[in-house]
Nanobody, 121 residues
Framework: QVQLVESGGGLVQPGGSLRLSCAAS????????MGWYRQAPGKQRDLVAA???????NYADSVKGRFTISRDNAKNTVYLTMNSLKPEDTAVYYC???????????????WGQGTQVTVSS
């Protein structure tokens, strides 16, 4: 059974920083794209940042220059470093990954349970 477990959310003041982590576990053969999405109350879930297995990255315009996505393939972990946080960054952040596990025929898309990030003074 494959799982994505996020950590690192919390309450931070505007201008502050947080680092989110998401570790994939289970009988993993390989991981393709990994990414972070967020969903604010009453809004749809949107892509924040994504990274390919080769390290190519993609960011939402609203976070470019402030957020950095990275991954450690040996640890099956993806990170999101968030700087210069703004109140509008407040949301539940979800980890997402395409994972090929033992017994599966191809990559399956998985979601984490989400971690709350609140930016407020």
């Amino acid at each position: 059974q494959v799982q994505l477990v996020e950590s690192g959310g919390g309450l931070v003041q505007p201008g502050g920083s947080l680092r989110l982590s998401c570790a994939a576990s289970g009988s993993i053969v390989g991981i393709n794209d990994m990414g972070w999405y967020r969903q604010a109350p009453g809004k749809q879930r949107d892509l924040v940042a994504a990274i390919t297995s080769g390290g190519r990255t993609n960011y939402a315009d609203s976070v470019k220059g402030r957020f950095t996505i990275s991954r450690d393939n040996a640890k099956n972990t993806v990170y999101l470093t968030m700087n210069s946080l703004k109140p509008e960054d407040t949301a539940v952040y979800y980890c997402n990954a395409d994972i090929f596990s033992m017994g599966s025929r191809w990559y399956i898309n998985y979601w984490g349970q989400g971690t709350q990030v609140t930016v407020s003074s």
